[in-house]
């Protein structure tokens, strides 16, 4: 079954830059979506299509999917992005949506 | 503006079975996919299972097939999931979810929790 990879967490200081990868074989071929989940809550769609974004959530989340890994990008982060970021694909060789492990990002 | 209402979770004992629902509203419901996805505490994100707008199609998570079934009444606006031989390792809060035109997940209900436990 295919696997996504995510690294256990990040931390990054107010107004820099958060990176967050997605590993998966040739996931550059897949279309990548991300999830922000603050606690308590349930997710919600940042990023959509590997680098769309919904209505509503600001332009300092971006994505980008090449080769073996998927990047979301926060740029200028605050403290209100601190939350567990999930990367998914629909893996169509199974016919199973496959989250990511999750990554927590820790603003500084 | 689009709803998801889950509900129907509780307190359930090894080897009982749990019917959850979810009532849509705000948008088209016979016109899109739905998911089940649920979440343990403290742990991340699992697919659980998936239908088609029509119904026709359906998906399972090898941990629940066999002992799960998902299904819709778009004349109710409505998804469930039957859980039958429910274990320990199925507590979780369950998501109902809009699937998306490039199969993203959007959006999310606020969750109904499921315990399993005697």
């Known amino acids: 079954s295919y696997v996504l990879t995510q690294p256990p967490s990040v931390s990054v200081a107010p107004g820099q830059t958060a990176r967050i990868t997605c590993g998966g074989n040739?996931?550059?071929?897949?279309?990548v979506h991300w999830y922000q989940q603050k606690p308590g809550q349930a997710p919600v769609l940042v990023v959509y299509d590997d680098s769309d974004r919904p209505s509503g959530i600001p332009e300092r989340f971006s994505g980008s999917n090449s080769g073996n890994t998927a990047t979301l990008t926060i740029s200028r982060v605050e403290a209100g992005d601190e939350a567990d970021y999930y990367c998914?694909?629909?893996?169509?060789?199974?016919?199973?949506?496959?989250f990511g492990g999750g990554t927590k990002l820790t603003v500084l | 503006e689009v709803q998801l209402v889950e509900s129907g979770g509780g307190l359930v004992q090894p080897g009982g079975s749990l019917r959850l629902s979810c009532a849509a509203s705000?948008?088209?419901?016979?016109?899109?996919?739905m998911n089940w996805v649920r979440q343990a505490p403290g742990k991340g994100l699992e697919w659980v299972s998936y239908?088609?707008?029509?119904?026709?199609?359906?998906y399972y998570a090898d941990s629940v097939k066999g002992r799960f079934t998902i299904s819709r009444d778009n004349a109710k606006n409505s998804l469930y999931l039957q859980m039958n031989s429910l274990r320990a390792e199925d507590t979780a809060v369950y998501y109902c979810?809009?699937?998306?035109?490039?199969?993203?997940?959007?959006?999310w209900g606020q969750g109904t929790l499921v315990t399993v436990s005697s």
């Open positions: 979810a809009r699937g998306g035109d490039w199969n993203e997940v959007d959006p």
């Open positions: 998914q694909v629909w893996d169509s060789s199974s016919d199973r949506v496959v």
């Open positions: 705000g948008f088209t419901f016979s016109s899109y996919e």
């Open positions: 040739n996931i550059g071929s897949k279309s």
């Open positions: 239908i088609s707008s029509s119904g026709s199609t359906i």
